[in-house]
């Protein structure tokens, strides 16, 4: 069945930088586009940012464009948010999710568990 | 930008009862794009409603949705204990590509 693994969270301080993984498994991770979702404490959904199944196009929110980079490496199914000048408002649980596939890319089909980010001093 | 508003933000009701959830669009949105999900505590989001109206694999018939346009509605015909949660309506725009979600709606036990 479809997995989605998480890690990388954890505490850093503003302005220093994160990576985030998502391992995929049970399904052809290279036909699919893949997204970062976050929730911050208490509070609803945010998508963050969208990669084509081939990595050929990249879509972020305004709230993250220009410190947030998503990337892939289909040899080894796993996806990728680096996070650059981080602040508090970033803190959050980021989910990486898959989309539908063909004709399903408007929608998350399979999320992963999360992991915390907690941007702190 | 299409913002989505889901109405009431809380739902109080009890086990049996019937659950109608509102998402309202500032703009029309194209129904194939509307989607609910289900969140509960601790939980990540599950896909449950896409296209508006269809259900994802595993989702029990007592969900259903509808709506065109600028509103759409999630019913639970009875709800059981295990879909006290949050739902949250989403839909996509394009140009660019862009996901936006509702605030939610919590259901609760009354």
């Known amino acids: 069945q479809v997995q989605l693994v998480e890690s990388g969270g954890g505490v850093v301080q503003p302005g220093r930088s994160l990576r985030l993984s998502c391992a995929a498994s049970?399904?052809?991770?290279?036909?699919?586009?893949m997204h970062w979702v976050r929730q911050a404490p208490g509070k609803g959904l945010e998508w963050v940012a969208v990669?084509?199944?081939?990595?050929?196009?990249?879509y972020y929110a305004d709230s993250v464009k220009g410190r947030f980079t998503i990337s892939r490496d289909n040899s080894k199914n796993t996806l990728y948010l680096q996070m650059n000048s981080l602040r508090a408002e970033d803190t959050a649980v980021y989910y990486c999710?898959?989309?539908?596939?063909?004709?399903?890319?408007?929608?998350?089909?399979?999320w992963g568990q999360g992991t915390l980010v907690t941007v702190s001093s | 930008e299409i913002v989505l508003t889901q109405s009431p933000g809380t739902l109080s009701l009890s086990p049996g009862e019937r659950a109608t959830l509102s998402c309202r669009a500032s703009?029309?949105?194209?129904?194939?794009?509307l989607v609910w999900y289900q969140q509960k505590s601790g939980q990540a989001p599950r896909l449950l409603i896409y296209?508006?109206?269809s259900r994802a694999t595993g989702v029990p018939d007592r969900f259903s949705g509808s709506g065109y346009g600028t509103d759409f509605t999630l019913t639970i015909s009875r709800l059981e204990p295990e879909d006290f949660a949050v739902y949250y309506c989403?839909?996509?725009?394009?140009?660019?590509?862009?996901?936006?979600f509702g605030p939610g709606t919590k259901v609760e036990i009354k």
């Open positions: 999710a898959r989309d539908g596939g063909w004709g399903g890319y408007y929608r998350f089909d399979s």
């Open positions: 049970g399904f052809t991770f290279n036909t699919y586009g």
């Open positions: 990669i084509w199944y081939d990595g050929s196009n990249k």
């Open positions: 703009q029309s949105v194209i129904s194939s794009y």
């Open positions: 296209g508006a109206s």
């Open positions: 989403q839909q996509y725009g394009g140009s660019p590509p862009s996901w936006t």
